[in-house]
């Protein structure tokens, strides 16, 4: 039922404008709509014109056509379209002639022409008509002299026995697998779109559309594939419904002192707490409450200053802490004893040793390899051994679980590995903060960020290092996302930047008031189920939680501590678990709506410290009654029995 | 008095001086402009650029050199007197310092530091 006429061509194919306007004219006076339909509208009634015939709706197809008075395509493009589908190669060369001076490009009607023959040729060879399968290598592929390695290739496939033995040879999958389809898919992009539609072009805008709406949703943290979202109203996860850690779900005041730091095992089975008094608290993560028990005490000891830095090996074995004042060393617990079980002899071995240790009263340095395969509460020390004057305040490990960096502001930059202990230094780099980053190739480099708000690399396996970036103020703390592409820095004064390494250029600037003017030491910490989440730790008492790359650069808060928020940590697996450390000696489990609010019902329960507030971005009157209800932290029952001994 | 843990910043330098009381890095030579000073415990150096430093309100002060607007200047770490910054000078001539820092020898010590290997190479 088409009428022949074009509508109006709005892609730049100038050539074609004299022509394609006189048709569009045309089209308009031959319409049944009144007024004709504008540009917009025609370009719409082919989409779905497209949509429809795709899925086989003919019928509708037809009366689209002529109540519309609009052709969905060229009707040389289409008269093409059918040969091609039907095999009718020679019709279909023929309307290639007509539709020659329409291509994008000149030069490609020589290949539109050799992909026909080539799928004929195929087509032929599938059927077993060599003959005429040679006819059309020899007179019609070979004459164009197009892509003559391609022309060879086929003309071994003769040699092929059976379709099958064709299909697996040349990885052609055959003519009843769609590839006449794939065919037309192909040859379109040669095709300005106003003469041929890209395929399914509605579905792809609207799938733009949906992907458009996810990335601007504030609180998307679900698995929601663009397909399964609702076209019938834009999509935004709402606060409370979404998989976001809107919610305060526990409060948790086993420690005494301010919780300087928190750090989520990778496998997110285990939370570590540094406080100021020296105290680092193991916690367990309950598979379905996500309810956090205390599990391990250990203590670095009340003259270092507190827990500076905590960092958990790869493995989620072995936990490295470093102290605030100038320590010349850093102590590494082996929180879960490897998965193969030493033997017999080596056990009993250690379980002597720490024997020992207890009754002499003095703490031993016990050799690596009774320390790290079991699960004593005796920490390893690492230091180069060197002057009191030494100070190494912040780590990372290495992918391996057994090398690590230390480094501090006094100049220390050192490598180490758990057997050999000190291993290599970099000299003279004052380091504020550490990561490690791996590349593509499998080569670790550690990233460190120094006191002239430089982000450096350092490889110590070949002792070369360069600058990737150069901040305009100090740069307090830093952090890596998932994926190892994006380092939030918090800058003196500036709030965080979020820095991309790759590239090297800065890719957004979170504003936080709270963040950096105070000059406090606080971390942020990516996470979410795609990494696409900022939480940062602030002195308003407050976690402010970005959605990065999101229209909105407002952050969400999370308020309910009455104390600076010093640190955050996102759950790697439970991807809606967010833990906040503050001033005020608690630590506070934010949730999904629906699952805080559950664990605060059995909370109540069982007479803990209940959380009923958090709502966004207003403190709750009710939190400074909570803590006074708390109940006695040694009689926890959810409490490991190997507990472990305070030093 | 309950605080989360403070930033503290570090200038580098060759010479690096600190805080006395709690070896807090607080400026370097690079930064230092003139010995000439006096204060209260004796000598004074005048410094540029200093950090980790805690202010107080304004105080207006005679000195020898004049009528100035000053704040006093501590240690951020452990809240000893370190000296004072010239917010303002009355006369004209004095109107160098504002801005910079005047920190008492007696109070601060001097010690070795590092040049820059990536800078200073």
């Given at each position: 039922?088409e009428n022949?006429?074009?509508?109006g061509?709005t892609?730049?194919n100038?050539?074609?404008?004299a022509?394609s306007?006189a048709?569009?004219?045309?089209a308009?006076?031959?319409?049944?709509v009144?007024p004709?339909?504008?540009?917009r509208?025609?370009?719409?009634?082919?989409l779905?014109?497209?949509f429809?015939r795709?899925l086989?709706?003919?019928?509708?197809?037809?009366?689209l056509?002529?109540?519309?008075?609009?052709?969905l395509?060229?009707?040389?493009?289409a008269?093409?379209r059918r040969?091609v589908?039907?095999?009718?190669?020679d019709?279909?060369?023929?309307?290639?002639q007509?539709?020659?001076s329409?291509v994008?490009?000149?030069s490609?009607a020589?290949?539109?022409?050799?992909r026909?023959?080539?799928?004929?040729?195929?087509?032929?060879l599938?059927?077993?008509d060599?003959m005429?399968?040679l006819?059309?290598l020899?007179?019609?592929?070979?004459?164009l002299?197009f892509?003559?390695?391609r022309v060879?290739?086929l003309?071994t496939?003769i040699?092929c026995?059976?379709?099958e033995?064709?299909?697996?040879?040349?990885?052609?999958?055959?003519s009843l697998?769609?590839t006449?389809e794939a065919?037309?898919?192909?040859?379109?992009?040669f095709?300005?779109?106003?003469?041929?539609?890209p395929?399914r072009?509605?579905?792809?805008?609207?799938?733009?559309a949906v992907q458009y709406?996810?990335?601007?949703?504030?609180?998307?943290?679900?698995d929601l594939?663009?397909?399964e979202?609702s076209l019938?109203?834009d999509h935004?996860?709402s606060?409370?419904s979404a998989?976001?850690?809107?919610?305060c779900?526990?409060?948790a005041?086993?420690?005494q002192?301010?919780?300087r730091?928190c750090?989520?095992?990778?496998?997110?089975r285990h939370?570590?707490?540094?406080?100021?008094d020296?105290?680092v608290?193991?916690?367990r993560?309950?598979?379905l409450t996500l309810?956090l028990?205390v599990a391990?005490?250990?203590?670095?000891?009340e003259?270092?200053g507190?827990?500076?830095?905590?960092a958990w090996?790869?493995d989620?074995?072995?936990?490295l802490c470093?102290?605030a004042e100038?320590s010349?060393?850093?102590?590494?617990?082996?929180v879960?004893?490897?998965p193969?079980?030493p033997?017999?002899?080596?056990a009993?071995?250690?379980?002597s040793l720490l024997?020992e240790?207890?009754l002499?009263g003095?703490s031993?340095?016990?050799n690596s390899?009774s320390?790290?395969s079991g699960g004593?509460?005796e920490?390893?020390?690492?230091?180069?051994?060197?002057t009191?004057e030494?100070?190494?305040?912040?780590?990372?490990?290495?992918?391996?679980?057994v090398?690590?960096?230390?480094g501090?502001?006094?100049?220390?930059?050192y490598?180490f590995?758990l057997?050999a202990g000190?291993?290599k230094?970099w000299?003279?780099?004052?380091v504020v903060?550490?990561?490690?980053?791996?590349d593509r190739?499998?080569?670790?480099?550690?990233?460190a960020?120094?006191?002239?708000g430089?982000?450096?690399?350092?490889r110590?396996?070949?002792?070369q290092?360069e600058?990737l970036?150069q901040?305009?103020?100090s740069i307090i703390a830093?952090?890596?996302?998932r994926d190892?592409?994006v380092?939030a820095?918090?800058?003196?004064?500036?709030?965080?930047?979020l820095?991309d390494?790759?590239?090297r250029?800065?890719?957004q600037r979170?504003?936080?008031?709270g963040?950096?003017?105070g000059?406090?030491?606080?971390h942020?910490?990516?996470?979410?189920?795609?990494?696409?989440f900022l939480a940062?730790?602030?002195?308003d008492?407050?976690?402010h939680v970005w959605r990065?790359g999101?229209a909105?650069s407002?952050p969400?808060?999370l308020s309910?501590h009455?104390?600076?928020?010093?640190?955050?940590?996102?759950n790697p697996?439970?991807?809606?678990?967010?833990?906040?450390?503050s001033?005020?000696?608690?630590?506070?489990?934010?949730?999904?709506?629906?699952?805080?609010l559950?664990a605060a019902?059995?909370?109540?329960g069982?007479?803990?410290?209940?959380?009923t507030d958090?709502s966004s971005?207003?403190a709750?009157?009710?939190l400074?009654s909570?803590?006074a209800t708390h109940?006695?932290?040694d009689s926890n029952p959810?409490?490991d029995?190997?507990?472990?001994i305070?030093? | 008095?309950?605080?989360?843990r403070h930033f503290i910043q570090?200038?580098g330098?060759?010479?690096?001086?600190s805080?006395?009381?709690c070896d807090?890095p607080?400026?370097n030579?690079k930064?230092?402009?003139?010995t000439?000073?006096?204060?209260?415990t004796g000598?004074a150096?005048?410094f540029?650029?200093?950090v980790?430093?805690e202010?107080s309100g304004?105080?207006?002060?005679?000195?020898?050199?004049g009528?100035?607007l000053?704040?006093d200047?501590?240690c951020?770490k452990?809240?000893?007197?370190l000296?004072?910054i010239?917010e303002f000078?009355?006369?004209?001539?004095?109107?160098?310092?504002?801005?910079?820092?005047?920190?008492?020898?007696?109070l601060?010590?001097?010690s070795e530091?590092?040049?820059?290997?990536?800078?200073?190479s």
């Amino acid at each position: 039922m088409e009428n022949g006429c074009l509508n109006g061509v709005t892609n730049g194919n100038s050539g074609n404008h004299a022509a394609s306007t006189a048709e569009a004219a045309a089209a308009a006076a031959a319409s049944a709509v009144s007024p004709p339909l504008n540009e917009r509208s025609l370009e719409t009634v082919r989409l779905i014109g497209q949509f429809l015939r795709e899925l086989g709706l003919s019928h509708s197809v037809d009366a689209l056509v002529q109540e519309s008075g609009c052709a969905l395509e060229n009707s040389a493009a289409a008269s093409f379209r059918r040969h091609v589908a039907n095999g009718d190669w020679d019709a279909a060369e023929e309307c290639m002639q007509s539709l020659q001076s329409l291509v994008t490009e000149a030069s490609s009607a020589t290949e539109i022409a050799f992909r026909l023959c080539e799928q004929r040729y195929m087509e032929l060879l599938e059927a077993g008509d060599y003959m005429g399968a040679l006819n059309v290598l020899r007179n019609r592929l070979t004459p164009l002299k197009f892509n003559t390695g391609r022309v060879h290739e086929l003309s071994t496939y003769i040699m092929c026995s059976d379709a099958e033995e064709l299909h697996r040879i040349s990885g052609w999958p055959g003519s009843l697998a769609g590839t006449r389809e794939a065919l037309l898919d192909q040859l379109q992009q040669f095709f300005p779109p106003a003469v041929m539609l890209p395929p399914r072009r509605l579905l792809s805008l609207l799938d733009e559309a949906v992907q458009y709406q996810l990335a601007k949703c504030r609180y998307h943290n679900t698995d929601l594939p663009v397909a399964e979202v609702s076209l019938l109203a834009d999509h935004a996860c709402s606060r409370d419904s979404a998989e976001f850690p809107a919610r305060c779900g526990q409060v948790a005041d086993q420690h005494q002192d301010e919780v300087r730091c928190c750090q989520f095992s990778p496998d997110g089975r285990h939370l570590a707490t540094g406080c100021k008094d020296g105290a680092v608290f193991i916690w367990r993560v309950d598979d379905l409450t996500l309810r956090l028990s205390v599990a391990r005490r250990y203590h670095i000891g009340e003259e270092r200053g507190g827990v500076a830095c905590l960092a958990w090996s790869p493995d989620s074995r072995l936990l490295l802490c470093c102290a605030a004042e100038d320590s010349s060393d850093v102590l590494v617990w082996c929180v879960s004893p490897p998965p193969l079980l030493p033997p017999a002899s080596a056990a009993a071995h250690h379980h002597s040793l720490l024997a020992e240790s207890h009754l002499n009263g003095a703490s031993v340095v016990v050799n690596s390899a009774s320390v790290l395969s079991g699960g004593s509460s005796e920490p390893q020390r690492f230091s180069r051994g060197g002057t009191p004057e030494e100070s190494l305040t912040t780590a990372a490990w290495f992918p391996d679980s057994v090398h690590f960096v230390a480094g501090g502001i006094r100049g220390q930059f050192y490598l180490f590995s758990l057997e050999a202990g000190y291993r290599k230094s970099w000299d003279f780099i004052r380091v504020v903060a550490l990561a490690t980053r791996t590349d593509r190739d499998g080569n670790t480099a550690a990233l460190a960020a120094d006191s002239f708000g430089r982000v450096r690399q350092y490889r110590f396996d070949t002792m070369q290092d360069e600058t990737l970036l150069q901040e305009d103020g100090s740069i307090i703390a830093m952090c890596l996302s998932r994926d190892q592409q994006v380092a939030a820095l918090n800058v003196v004064n500036s709030g965080l930047r979020l820095w991309d390494l790759q590239h090297r250029v800065c890719l957004q600037r979170l504003a936080g008031p709270g963040i950096s003017q105070g000059g406090y030491c606080l971390h942020a910490c990516f996470g979410g189920l795609t990494g696409n989440f900022l939480a940062s730790g602030s002195q308003d008492n407050c976690a402010h939680v970005w959605r990065i790359g999101g229209a909105d650069s407002q952050p969400d808060r999370l308020s309910g501590h009455s104390g600076i928020v010093n640190s955050v940590a996102w759950n790697p697996q439970h991807h809606g678990m967010l833990v906040t450390a503050s001033d005020d000696c608690t630590i506070r489990v934010w949730l999904p709506t629906a699952r805080a609010l559950s664990a605060a019902a059995t909370d109540h329960g069982s007479g803990g410290t209940a959380a009923t507030d958090g709502s966004s971005g207003q403190a709750s009157a009710n939190l400074a009654s909570s803590p006074a209800t708390h109940s006695p932290s040694d009689s926890n029952p959810d409490e490991d029995d190997d507990d472990g001994i305070l030093e | 008095l309950t605080m989360g843990r403070h930033f503290i910043q570090h200038l580098g330098g060759d010479r690096v001086f600190s805080c006395s009381n709690c070896d807090c890095p607080l400026t370097n030579r690079k930064e230092l402009v003139s010995t000439r000073f006096t204060g209260a415990t004796g000598r004074a150096f005048l410094f540029n650029r200093v950090v980790n430093l805690e202010f107080s309100g304004i105080h207006d002060r005679m000195m020898l050199t004049g009528r100035h607007l000053v704040r006093d200047v501590s240690c951020k770490k452990c809240k000893a007197k370190l000296g004072w910054i010239y917010e303002f000078a009355i006369e004209e001539g004095q109107k160098y310092k504002e801005g910079k820092v005047i920190l008492e020898r007696a109070l601060i010590n001097e010690s070795e530091g590092f040049p820059d290997p990536v800078r200073d190479s």
